[in-house]
């Protein structure tokens, strides 16, 4: 899994924003989803290291955050930002 060229994720002092340079939008995102798309930006790939890192930031547990970041790639993948 990987964010599409031309999107680029950054963290502001208020949040974490993607900027689709083909589509030429911004958008901003929560803590959760702007690590998630971070870590991805960054190389990782696999749910489980993403879940992992999730669980050890915000404390939550293990199996709903892997369903939640399930749910929120396909999303991701829906709006075009991943392939």
Known sequence: ???????????????????????EELLEFNEVGGLVLWLIQEGVEEVDE????????????????????NNFLEEMKAEGLLQ
Do not use: C
Request: charged share 30%; proline share 0%; net charge negative.
């Open 1 to 23: 899994m990987k964010l599409i060229e031309g999107v680029v994720v950054a963290h502001l002092d208020d949040g974490w924003v993607v900027f689709n340079g083909e589509k």
């Open 50 to 69: 993403i879940t992992k890192a999730v669980v050890e930031k915000f404390d939550v547990d293990y199996a709903q955050a892997k369903l939640d970041i």
